[in-house]
């Protein structure tokens, strides 16, 4: 939950997302932000941001065969791993704020835990209020701030305290976007009107706190702060700090709060 994914990534970065943190994080929000959408039988989905395309397989099951799904990333290693993973689902690279549809193409848009990657939100918010019909939804699903995160906010203070202050921003990125009232000031301010949003907390799963801490601190720099010693400690205070969110099986279950926002055009 730790690298801005702007760039072009390798393939086996893809598939490890895929393999990994789609079941243990992103699965489990897919269902909310297609029914937020109102997605039905026959509709036309667009999914912004779709990574290896986890809510346009959601999106594609509710539409059924009269409808249809375009999936449109950045990365042409997600559309790669997408193109496999979701039959019958149209890909397209592209970047957020240049959609490669006409004006008033989709019934309904929907962009999960990716807001908070584009540089500038209130453009992006802008092209898919662009193409989405008249009447149609614009969804954006994005995590809640960093004090709202009862397990990770404990990560990220035991990892400022082994690894410094900095370590804080660099544990940060998936949370830039968590106010909801600063959100909802940007969905505005995009030439969309809100019609609904909630806050929910979802569930992400992880093997056990040990694969829980190195899943946030390998992939970012903060690893490369730490001695391996300094590691170790921080791994043994995290099995104590987040001990209520170890299940009876030894796995991990890790509440992240997030807010789904519904809005169409003005
Ligand atoms: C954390 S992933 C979320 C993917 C997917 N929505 C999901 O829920 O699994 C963020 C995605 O945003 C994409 N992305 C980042 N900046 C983008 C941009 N400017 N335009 C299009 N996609 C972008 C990345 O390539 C990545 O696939």
Redesign the pocket.
Known sequence: MSTP??FQIPLETAEIYESKF?PAL?AD??PHVVDMGDVAVGHSVL??????G??ARAAAERVGSEGRVVG????QA?LTVAERVCPGVELRQ????ALPFESATFDVVL????LM??PDRQA?IREMGRVVKPQGTVVIMVPSRLDAQPAYRLLVELAAEHAGPEAVAMLSAYWACGDLDELLATVRAAGLEVLSARTRMGTARFGSIDEFVAVEVESTPVRERLTDDEYDTLRREANDFLEKFIAADGTAEIPIEGHLVAARRR
């Open positions: 994914e702007t789609v992103f929000w897919a999914d912004v941001a779709c990574g290896t986890i809510v449109v990333d950045l990365n997600m592209a970047d957020v704020t962009c999960q835990m990716a990657f584009f992006a």
